[in-house]
């Protein structure tokens, strides 16, 4: 079946412009997660969707950082007034449910953004 | 909070050589502890996890892991590597009982040369 789909898959943009990524979990996933990877800092955990519940922002490095899960799928993250150290690989994971720690988190292929 | 520590960045090994990526974690909870895989331009790739029973796991691609509460230690193992197992290697946990959120070490670099 078809995986976590992440687009666009490159982008390349100024400093101080708005950049969205999008993520597509797995079908049938309720749970959904946002992992940045920078050199210097390797994988870093953003933001958590499971269900109906309020989203775990706890990862979130500024107020630029906004995530929103429409309709219990598809996922947008959202990065207002790009900065240089936002330069980096944009992760999205999904897994069966995230209430159990134990479900094997199936991830994406990335979104590796540039900020010029 | 939680700690992954993978104590080598770069692990080069000829083909057909055993090879052990070691990781340790901190933690003030119990543990699953998990080894994810990603290949260049990829996304990451699950090798293998320990949940609970059986300290020695086996996972895909001929790996396997030993978990070892005592020393915090999940080190990663293939008797025998191919060329095709060059890659990043890291280590993960989550919490149990504490949400989903992975903590991930900062990877290792397995390079296999010929």
């Known amino acids: 079946g078809a995986g976590v789909s992440q687009s666009p898959s490159n982008k390349v943009t100024e400093k101080g412009k708005d950049v969205e990524l999008r993520c597509d979990p797995i079908s049938g996933h309720t749970a959904l997660y946002w992992y940045r990877q920078s050199l210097g800092q390797g994988l870093e955990f953003l933001i958590y969707?499971?269900?109906?519940?309020?989203?775990?922002k706890s990862g979130l490095p500024s107020d630029r950082f906004s995530a929103e899960r429409t309709g219990g799928s598809v996922s947008t993250l959202t990065i207002q007034r790009t900065q240089q150290e936002d330069s980096a690989v944009y992760l999205c994971?999904?897994?069966?449910?995230?209430?159990?720690?134990?479900?094997?988190?199936?991830f994406g292929d990335g979104t590796r953004l540039s900020i010029l | 909070a939680q700690s992954v520590t993978q104590l080598d960045s770069q692990v080069p090994v000829f083909e057909e050589a055993p090879v052990e990526l070691r990781c340790n974690y901190s933690s003030s909870v119990s543990v699953y502890l998990f080894w994810y895989v990603q290949y260049p331009n990829q996304g990451l790739q699950l090798l293998l996890k320990?949940?609970?029973?059986?300290?020695l796991v086996k996972g895909i691609n001929g790996f396997e892991a030993e978990f070892n509460k005592s020393q915090t230690s999940f080190h990663l193992r293939k008797p025998s590597v191919h060329i095709s197992d060059t890659a990043e290697y890291f280590c993960a946990v989550s919490e149990i009982n504490s949400g989903s959120r992975l903590t991930f070490g900062e990877g290792t670099q397995l390079t296999v040369n010929p």
């Open positions: 969707f499971q269900g109906n519940s309020a989203p775990d």
């Open positions: 320990y949940l609970s029973g059986s300290t």
């Open positions: 994971a999904s897994s069966t449910t995230g209430t159990e720690s134990n479900q094997p988190q199936h």
